[in-house]
T-cell receptor, first 115, second 111 residues
Framework: GAGVSQTPSNKVTEKGKYVELRCDPISGHTALYWYRQSLGQGPEFLIYFQGTGAADDSGLPNDRFFAVRPEGSVSTLKIQRTERGDSAVYLC?????????????FGPGTRLTVT | KQEVTQIPAALSVPEGENLVLNCSFTDSAIYNLQWFRQDPGKGLTSLLLIQSSQREQTSGRLNASLDKSSGRSTLYIAASQPGDSATYLCAVIQGAQKLVFGQGTRLTINP
């Protein structure tokens, strides 16, 4: 079946603009995760959803970042008033359920560049 | 706060050699540990997942071990091939569902 997909694959925006990044999880997966990966670093956790609700948003760096998953499937990560420091690859993952034994499957990522 | 460290940061070996990548973590209260592969400009591909109650997992030429008490995991790659060249990341998961990643080991296999 289809894996996790993310759109767009690349996004270039000007400082101060608003962007939305989309994630389509694997069908039937109830848990969805967002991570951010800066150049040369491992991914860092941002937020995860169990169903429609954000179960843990402790990784969101500030209130310019927000994510939704209104129907428990597709999720959108929203960044307001973008800054150059937001430039990174944003990765989405999904798992069958939210539990330590459930493997997370990653999408190809969205490369965000803020100029 | 959980911290994950991978050593070495980069490794270059000739084709055919067996090699070991190391991962250490500071808090042994983990649910599982996962090894990933990342090719340049690509997402993460899961290689092996070891549950906290397990000692090792094997898939083809890959073998991953876990020693929770000492906070260590190793990824063993047998008979390395140029196609194994990639960045290898380990990550642990704890009470929350988030993965905590190391910085990765960039592996180059020379033909």
């Amino acid at each position: 079946g289809a894996g996790v997909s993310q759109t767009p694959s690349n996004k270039v925006t000007e400082k101060g603009k608003y962007v939305e990044l989309r994630c389509d999880p694997i069908s039937g997966h109830t848990a969805l995760y967002w991570y951010r990966q800066s150049l040369g670093q491992g991914p860092e956790f941002l937020i995860y959803f169990q169903g429609t609700g954000a179960a843990d948003d402790s990784g969101l760096p500030n209130d310019r970042f927000f994510a939704v998953r209104p129907e428990g499937s597709v999720s959108t990560l929203k960044i307001q008033r973008t800054e150059r420091g937001d430039s990174a690859v944003y990765l989405c993952a999904s798992s069958l359920y939210a539990g330590g034994g459930s493997e997370q499957y990653f999408g190809p990522g969205t490369r965000l560049t803020v100029t | 706060k959980q911290e994950v460290t991978q050593i070495p940061a980069a490794l270059s070996v000739p084709e055919g050699e067996n090699l070991v990548l190391n991962c250490s973590f500071t808090d042994s209260a983990i649910y599982n540990l996962q090894w990933f592969r990342q090719d340049p400009g690509k997402g993460l591909t899961s290689l092996l997942l070891i549950q906290s109650s397990q000692r090792e997992q094997t898939s083809g030429r890959l073998n991953a071990s876990l020693d929770k008490s000492s906070g260590r995991s190793t990824l063993y790659i047998a008979a390395s091939q140029p196609g194994d060249s990639a960045t290898y990341l380990c990550a642990v998961i704890q009470g929350a569902q988030k993965l905590v990643f190391g910085q990765g080991t960039r592996l180059t296999i020379n033909p």
